[in-house]
C-alpha cells in the first residue's frame, strides 16, 4: 500500500431541529421525518442540494424494525443527490458523535472527501411490539396457505400473550435504568443533591442567555412549526429545583430528580465534516478541525459505575496527545444527569481511581468550571439520545470560531457502559 499522510477533518458546521419533550411538539412526528427535516436543513444551510455527499452516516435508538435503513430513506427525502448514501448505524447517546468519528477517520485518510454525521430519536413513537409467542403464532398464521393453516397457528392461544413488551431503555444485563444506575454511582461518590440541583439550574440559565443572545439563530432548523427547545426552563430557580421528589429512589438517600436528569425527548441534528480540500472547493470556511475521538468501556455488569466509561476515554486521548485536562478551554460534558458530571469531575480528583481505573501516575485534576458547558447543556435542551452528540459537536465547533483560537472537549456517556469523547480545535 502507498503510505498517505493523513489530512486534517474540518468541521464545517451542523444545525438541528429544536428539541422538544416526548409526547409533546413531535408526538405525530417519526424518527424518519425529523432526520429528514434535519438533513434537509443542513442542505439549505450550506447549498449542498443537488450535491454529492461521499457518506451520510446516522441512526436512532428508539427505532422500528421498519427504519432498517434509515439514513438512506432520510437521504433520498431530501434533495441532496440520490448518488449520496446512507448509512444506519447506533450506539446509544454516542451515536451522532461516533458518526462523525467514522467520517472524520475516512476523510483523514483520504477514502472520502466529505460526509454528514447525523441522529434522530422519538419516544413519543417508540415501537412497541407483541410477546414472543404470539409474534411466533402471527408469523405461522401468515405462512398458511388456507384459511383452517392460518387458524390453527391460534389453536390454544392464552389472553396473556396478547400482552405487549412495553419499550425499555433499562439495561438487559441488570434490569435497572440509567437513572438507577446513576443513583448507585451518586452515593459512591457521595454526590449531594444540592449539587446537582445547582449544576442543572446553571445549565438551563446558559441555555436561555444563549437563545437571548441569538447564538442558537443559525443552528436550529424549524420542525413542524417549532422553533425553540421547549424545555429550557428560563424561570426556574433552586428553591423551585429543591421541591420535586426523588425519581429513582424514593427513599431519603435518593437525589436524582426529574430536574436534575434529562427528561425523554424528541429531535434530530446533523453536522457536516469535510477535506480541507473539499471546503475550499466549496467556499466553505471551517470552523473547527476535528483532532481525535476515543470510545471506551468499563464493567458495569460487575460493578462499575454505568457512565463512567468517559473517563476512560478523555485519559487515552490525553495520553496519546500528550495532554493534560486543563489544556482545554472549553469543555461540553454531556449531561445525561447532573449526578453523572459531577461524578466525572469528581473521579479526576480521585488519585486512586486515576491510578487504578485510568492508568494514570496521579489524579488528572480539576476543570475551571467557567469553561465548562457555558451554553448550557442536555439538561436544558433535552435529550434525544441519537441526536445529543451532533448537538455538542456542532455547538462546540461554532464556540471555538467565535472565540478564535483553543481546543475543547467532548465528553459523552452512553448505554452499556461506553463513552465517547473528541477534542476539537479552533480552525481560526
Known amino acids: 500500500m502507498v503510505e498517505k499522510t493523513l489530512r486534517r477533518v474540518a468541521v464545517i458546521g451542523g444545525v438541528r431541529t429544536p428539541f422538544c419533550r416526548s409526547h409533546t411538539m413531535y408526538a405525530d412526528l417519526t424518527n424518519l421525518e425529523m432526520l429528514t427535516t434535519v438533513l434537509q436543513g443542513l442542505s ?70 466529505c460526509g454528514i454525521a447525523a441522529g434522530s430519536d422519538t419516544t413519543s413513537d417508540a415501537a412497541i411490539v407483541f410477546q414472543r409467542k404470539f409474534a411466533q403464532r402471527l408469523v405461522a398464521a401468515s405462512r398458511g396457505r388456507s384459511f383452517m393453516q392460518k387458524l390453527r397457528a391460534f389453536k390454544g392461544m392464552k389472553l396473556r400473550e396478547l400482552g405487549p413488551d412495553a ?25 449531594e443533591r444540592t449539587a446537582q440541583d445547582e449544576l442543572a439550574y446553571n445549565s438551563h440559565m446558559n441555555a436561555s442567555k444563549a437563545f437571548d443572545e441569538g447564538f442558537h439563530d443559525d443552528l436550529l432548523v424549524p420542525c413542524a412549526g417549532v422553533y425553540r427547545d421547549n424545555n429550557i426552563r428560563s424561570d426556574t430557580t433552586l428553591e423551585k429545583l429543591a421541591e420535586l421528589r426523588t425519581a429513582f429512589d424514593r427513599s431519603s438517600k435518593g437525589t436524582l430528580t426529574a430536574a436534575n436528569s ?26 473547527a478541525w476535528l483532532v481525535d475521538a476515543q470510545t471506551s468501556a ?42 453523572q458530571v459531577l461524578c466525572t469531575l469528581k473521579s479526576f480528583e480521585d488519585a486512586d481511581y486515576c491510578k487504578n481505573v485510568l492508568g494514570a501516575d496521579k489524579a488528572l485534576g480539576s476543570i475551571d468550571l467557567t469553561k465548562m458547558n457555558v451554553k448550557g447543556s442536555s439538561l436544558a435542551y433535552g435529550h434525544p439520545f441519537a441526536a445529543t452528540g451532533g448537538r455538542i459537536l456542532s455547538l462546540l465547533a461554532k464556540q471555538l470560531h467565535e472565540k478564535g483560537s483553543g481546543k475543547g472537549l467532548i465528553s459523552i456517556c452512553t448505554a452499556g457502559g461506553m463513552g465517547v469523547a473528541a477534542i476539537l480545535e479552533s480552525a481560526k
Open 44 to 113: 439549505d444551510r450550506f447549498a449542498l442540494n443537488g450535491k454529492h455527499i461521499d457518506e451520510v452516516v446516522a441512526g436512532a435508538v428508539v427505532t422500528h424494525a421498519k427504519d432498517w435503513n434509515l439514513a438512506r430513506e432520510a437521504v433520498v427525502g431530501t434533495r441532496l443527490a440520490p448518488s449520496t448514501p446512507g448509512i444506519t448505524m447506533m450506539q446509544a447517546c454516542g451515536t451522532s458523535l461516533q458518526a462523525a468519528m467514522g467520517i472524520g477517520a475516512k476523510i483523514a485518510s483520504g477514502q472520502i472527501e
Open 298 to 339: 468499563v464493567d458495569f455488569v460487575a460493578g462499575d459505575g454505568l457512565l463512567m466509561a468517559p473517563t476512560v476515554a478523555i485519559a487515552n486521548l490525553l495520553k496519546r496527545n500528550d495532554m493534560a485536562l486543563q489544556d482545554f478551554d472549553l469543555y461540553e460534558i454531556h449531561e445525561a444527569f447532573a449526578a
Open 167 to 191: 419499550p425499555s431503555t433499562g439495561e438487559p444485563r441488570t434490569r435497572l435504568s440509567m437513572g438507577q444506575h446513576c443513583e448507585l454511582m451518586a452515593k459512591e461518590w457521595s454526590i
Open 262 to 287: 434529562t427528561p425523554l425527548t424528541d429531535g434530530a441534528s446533523a453536522t457536516l465534516l469535510a477535506s480541507e480540500e473539499w471546503a475550499k472547493k466549496h467556499n466553505l470556511p471551517v470552523l
